[in-house]
Every structure is written in structure tokens, then in C-alpha cells.
């Protein structure tokens, strides 16, 4: 208690250091070798659509996933989630996966539409029912069950009465947090909200990428609005069911570089950093937008902001749950030359890249495990070391199955080997961090690209559901039986 209400302190005093910028682009290599603290969570993550499948089954309703997957020429592969990996039926097989690989904690997502398949009011039984069933058997594995509340798969009905940015939904989903804090919440007790809540505003409401598509950034400033909003009430309502329960997140975060030393590129990162990695974090700390994510005033009435509205988002995070993917190199550009609308989009006058020093996995991205140790420090020292969970890193490397059926898939094994190191080094210099997950535990449904980027550390034949654990799983449940990074 003692020392959550000193993070909870220390935390709003000392968000305002997130703001700087890592300087260095490398960092030395990391100790051989290094062991983790007795009862570190070695885990891995899923998402629902990703790979339950049973898209319609047992009074399920539709999904804005399942909307968009049916809709041709949307899915690189024309594939859809509709069976994904069958975990819905399937969940006992991956559990003993699970265990197999020694996993301690295990991140999966609970579909709204399978628990309230309009979005509101009737519940599921069956749908509810089966998160139930999953939480059981996980801990009776032995498992750590860790909630994410929302992982994209908005109900296709909320969405059709206007989506995140009609704020009533900010209420909707604390109506459904808490139906699935009192049925789990006496079993369970590590709840994330959202999963990388910028990401699924800004690219579903100001972008075509994701669902819905709806290109305006104008509805992605309302939608994420709504979602700080639909944050803090969740908190509120998961609490209230289960006095047990602990709250945190699971945002994407992506270290920010200034593309040169220039003062202006260094200002862009740092306003970068607070735009896209903070925006929901700093709400929930402070009950208000920062400043320092946007290029000029805080634009609160094109989001709708209402008064009130601040004590609403505020809520004291337990944990922070933070992903990492990539590194940018950020430069600032004359904002005369921002793209139209970006009068509201706080991004005008920042140019992003991805940053391409390193070798690439076959999804394109590049792999800089040095970044990891730089965010993991920046919110150490942001945020006075608050308690972090990894709630995602991850690699697609598509490796098949040879004569014999193994998978030998040495560059995920390399991927994982070199940001466990950085992750050691950074808790060696006072990084709380007490769980990893993986992403993911098997091969699955990898959104816009369908099925043609593998991430998992078990191997899926779609067409028959077979699993193979890939040598990058063995060596992750060796890593997780021992403690210690394998080289
Ligand atoms: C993250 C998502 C996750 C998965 C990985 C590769 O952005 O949270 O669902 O797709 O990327």
C-alpha cells in the first residue's frame, strides 16, 4: 500500500520528465547471461479476434473486425478472422501449450460483442461463460490471467450509433467492464482497459488502415477523447465489482529520436513522445491534456471536451503496461506544409520515419533492441519507477516447417535473446518491471496483413489447426523455467 500511494504521488510530480528525449541512438551491449528476480511473470499475449474465430457462434454479434474482414479488398491475404485459431474451442490445447512452455501469465482480451452482442444492456450468457471457463483453466495451470477489456473489436452496433467518437460510449463500456469484473473479478485481478488506445483512434477514425476507416482527424480527436473518458469510468466500475482487482494499460510506446541534434528536431520528438505515448497515460495522471502534445493550444472543443470531463479521466493507474515495436526518428517540418486538416491534428509540423539501421524481421520492421532499454528507462525516470508490465514485443518471421516438421526459427530466438538483455540491464539500473509477454503465443490472425505475417512461438497449419511449438518456443520455456536469458 505504502508504496503504491508514493508511485501514485511521485507519478504526477514527475510525469513532466517523460518529456525529454533519449539522446543516445545506441547503447552498449548488455551482460551475457543475465537472471531475472525469483517469481518474474514470463507470459505471453493474444488479442480476440486474433484468434478465438467463432466469429457468430453461441449469440455472438457482430464485430467491427468482422465488418471489415468481410469486406473484400480491405485484408492483404482476403483473409478474415472468422476462424482465426478456433481458441474458442480450442482453449484447453493452448493452455497445456502454455504450461509446456512454462508461462506463468497469460494476456488475452475479451470480445464486447461475444459478452453483449449489441454493444449494451442484454448480456451473453455463452459468451460470458467461456471467459469464465478460460480464467478456471488457467488457473488451474498455474497461470496468471490478465485482462485486456478491449482489443479492437468494437460491436459492429456501437459503431453504427457513431462509433468511439459519440461519447456515450464512454459509459457503454463501463456497463461492460463491470459486467465482466463481477463475474471474473473474484478470480481475477490484473485489468487493462485498452489495448494501444492511439492506435485504434487515430488509425480507425482519422485513417483508413483499421476499422472503421473513417479518415476524418477530427473523429479521431472526439474518439480519443471518448476513450480517456471510457478509461477512467472502467477503472471506476472494475474497482467497484472486485476490491481485489488492479487496474493499468497496455499502450503501444515507441521510442522517439530527433532525427538531428537541431533544437527544433529535438522539440518535435519530445512533443512526438507526449502526443503518442502519453496521451492516454498523462489524462489518467493529471485529468488533463498535457500541453506538450500539441503544437499550439489544447484543442478541446473539437474533441468535445465538456466540463467535468477532467475528474472523469483522472484515475491512479496501479501499473503501466507499455508495448514495444519500434523506434522513430522524428524531424520537425515547416508547418505551413502539414497535410489539410491538420489544424486539428496535433501531428502537423512533425515528420515521423521509421528508422532502418538494423535488420528487418519479414514484417518490414526494423529490430533495435537497444531502443527497449531507452523506453524502459524514460518511463522509469518519467514516472518515479512505476510498476511495468511488458504487455507486447514481438517479431514476424515466417519460417516453415522443414522435412521434419521442426521450426527453426533462430532469428526470432536472436530477437528475443537481445531485448531480454536490454530488458535485464534496464531493471540492473531500477526499471520496476515484473512480467513480459511475448506476442504472441501462436501464429494468428495479424489484423490488415491476414495471415501472411507469423508471430507466434508456436506454429499454426491453418488448414488444420495442427500446433508445433517453433525452437523459439522451447527456447522462450527455458528461459521461463530457469530465469535466465539462454544464449
Ligand atoms: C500490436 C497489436 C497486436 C499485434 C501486434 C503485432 O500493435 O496490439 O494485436 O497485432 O501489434
Known amino acids: 500500500m505504502m508504496r503504491r500511494r508514493s ?24 551482460k551475457a547471461s543475465p537472471q531475472f528476480p525469483k517469481g518474474f511473470l514470463w507470459g505471453a499475449a493474444t488479442a480476440s479476434y486474433q484468434v478465438e474465430g467463432a466469429w457468430n457462434a453461441d449469440g455472438k454479434g457482430e464485430s467491427i473486425w468482422d465488418r471489415f474482414a468481410h469486406t473484400p479488398g480491405k485484408i492483404r491475404d482476403g483473409s478474415t ?58 488457473l488451474e495451470a498455474g497461470i496468471r490471467p490478465f485482462c485486456t477489456l478491449y482489443h479492437w473489436d468494437l460491436p459492429q452496433a456501437l459503431e453504427d450509433l457513431g462509433g468511439w467518437p459519440n461519447r456515450d460510449l464512454a459509459d457503454y ?36 488502415s483499421l476499422p472503421p476507416g473513417r479518415n476524418d482527424l477530427g473523429l479521431a480527436l472526439k474518439a480519443a477523447h471518448t476513450v480517456n473518458l471510457a478509461q477512467g469510468n472502467a477503472f471506476r466500475a472494475i474497482k467497484a465489482a472486485s476490491p481485489k482487482a488492479t487496474v493499468g494499460s497496455a499502450y503501444g510506446t515507441e521510442p522517439m529520436y530527433p532525427k538531428t541534434n537541431s533544437e527544433a528536431d529535438r522539440a518535435a520528438a519530445a512533443r512526438c ?30 474533441m468535445g471536451f465538456r466540463e467535468g470531463d477532467g475528474s472523469t479521466m483522472k484515475v491512479p493507474l496501479d501499473w503501466i503496461g507499455i508495448h514495444y515495436y519500434l523506434r522513430l526518428l522524428v524531424s520537425a517540418v515547416p508547418t505551413a506544409k502539414a497535410p489539410a486538416g491538420a489544424s486539428i491534428d496535433p501531428l502537423a509540423g512533425i515528420r515521423i520515419e521509421l528508422a532502418n539501421e538494423g535488420p528487418r524481421t519479414d514484417g518490414g520492421l526494423e529490430v533495435w533492441p537497444a531502443a527497449f532499454y531507452d523506453l524502459l528507462m524514460q518511463f522509469t525516470r518519467g514516472y518515479s519507477s512505476p510498476v511495468l508490465e511488458i504487455t507486447e514485443t514481438g517479431c514476424a518471421y515466417n519460417d516453415a516447417p522443414d522435412a521434419g516438421g521442426r521450426i527453426a526459427d533462430q532469428r526470432r530466438i536472436a530477437f528475443y535473446r537481445d531485448h531480454l538483455k536490454q530488458l535485464a540491464r534496464a531493471m540492473a539500473d531500477g526499471a520496476k518491471v515484473r512480467a513480459y509477454h511475448a506476442w504472441t503465443l501462436l501464429d494468428n490472425f495479424e489484423w490488415q496483413h491476414g495471415y501472411a505475417n507469423r508471430m507466434g512461438l508456436t506454429y499454426v497449419d491453418f488448414a488444420t489447426q495442427r500446433r508445433t511449438i517453433k525452437d523459439s518456443g522451447c527456447w522462450y520455456g527455458r528461459v521461463a523455467a530457469t530465469n535466465r536469458v539462454q544464449e
Open 81 to 138: 478472422g472468422d476462424v482465426a485459431c478456433d481458441q474458442y474451442r480450442r482453449f484447453h490445447e493452448d493452455i497445456s501449450i502454455m504450461k509446456r512452455l512454462n508461462l506463468k501469465s497469460y494476456r488475452f482480451s475479451t470480445s464486447w460483442p461475444r459478452v453483449q452482442p449489441s454493444g449494451r444492456g442484454a448480456v451473453n450468457a455463452k459468451g460470458l461463460d467461456y471467459y469464465s471457463r478460460l480464467v478456471d483453466a488457467l
Open 173 to 208: 463500456f463501463a456497463d461492460f467492464a463491470a459486467v465482466l469484473a463481477r463475474r471474473l473479478g473474484d478470480r481475477l485481478t490484473v485489468w487493462a482497459p485498452f489495448n494501444m488506445p492511439w492506435t485504434f483512434t487515430r488509425n480507425g477514425y482519422g485513417g483508413t
Open 7 to 30: 508511485f501514485l504521488k511521485s507519478s504526477l510530480l514527475g510525469s513532466g520528465a517523460l518529456l525529454d528525449t533519449p539522446t543516445a541512438l545506441s547503447a552498449p551491449a548488455a
Open 273 to 302: 513522445h507526449a502526443f503518442r505515448n502519453l496521451y492516454f497515460l498523462n489524462t489518467a495522471m493529471h485529468g488533463d491534456y498535457s500541453k506538450a502534445a500539441f503544437p499550439g493550444e489544447i484543442p478541446y472543443e473539437a
